[in-house]
T-cell receptor, first 113, second 107 residues
Framework: DAGITQSPRHKVTETGTPVTLRCHQTENHRYMYWYRQDPGHGLRLIHYSYGVKDTDKGEVSDGYSVSRSKTEDFLLTLESATSSQTSVYFC????????????FGDGTRLSIL | GQSLEQPSEVTAVEGAIVQINCTYQTSGFYGLSWYQQHDGGAPTFLSYNGLDGLEETGRFSSFLSRSDSYGYLLLQELQMKDSASYFCASYGQNFVFGPGTRLSVLP
């Protein structure tokens, strides 16, 4: 299995608080992605990175920011969490873009009350 | 923009063959991928089609027709462990997943 670790695995927090999710990889893959998964919507791309300090927005980026200061770490931040951001968040990595498989972490279940 | 459609649910019996269809509208389309996800688990990659035609990997095959903006995943000799959700995903200007098809395999 690809070496991807997401932390925390579960988090419960209150509306308005900041939240940071971490994705750590040991594969030295160039591309890293953050998705959220909600019933009926499949996986939706939030942000992705194609290298250190190189990031871009996905289809549901509003309310989220990311940072990638090292190849192995990709952080997702909710500056002021809202209940609509309650979801399961998955990180994925890929050695190349598009045609190559993305390997997913085990997910973070985030509940915002 | 990009959007994908797939059936929400499919049911089949053990040993049977099932086909899960996916139609897409994708700007700058490059290819179509398929992922499997068991309940509570992470998605895992099954196959990728960058060219028209059939790709076979063991019991699973995937097909793409660019002219029809259509693809399918074919699962043969179904086993109980194949009960899961299956997602098509298109790669174009962005990477977009379909809403998923929940496959139930009955004994």
């Amino acid at each position: 299995d690809a070496g991807i670790t997401q932390s925390p695995r579960h988090k419960v927090t209150e509306t308005g608080t900041p939240v940071t999710l971490r994705c750590h990889q040991t594969e030295n893959h160039r591309y890293m992605y953050w998705y959220r998964q909600d019933p009926g919507h499949g996986l939706r791309l939030i942000h992705y990175s194609y290298g250190v300090k190189d990031t871009d927005k996905g289809e549901v980026s509003d309310g989220y920011s990311v940072s990638r200061s090292k190849t192995e770490d990709f952080l997702l931040t909710l500056e002021s969490a809202t209940s609509s951001q309650t979801s399961v968040y998955f990180c994925a990595i890929s050695d190349t873009d598009g045609s190559q498989p993305q390997h997913f972490g085990d997910g973070t279940r985030l509940s915002i009350l | 923009g990009q959007s994908l459609e797939q059936p929400s649910e499919v049911t089949a019996v053990e040993g049977a063959i099932v086909q899960i269809n996916c139609t897409y509208q994708t700007s700058g389309f490059y290819g179509l991928s398929w992922y499997q996800q068991h309940d509570g688990g992470a998605p895992t990659f099954l196959s990728y089609n960058g060219l028209d035609g059939l790709e076979e990997t063991g019991r699973f095959s995937s097909f793409l027709s660019r002219s029809d903006s259509y693809g399918y995943l074919l699962l043969q000799e179904l086993q109980m462990k194949d009960s899961a959700s299956y997602f098509c995903a298109s790669y174009g200007q962005n990477f977009v997943f379909g809403p998923g098809t929940r496959l139930s395999v009955l004994p």
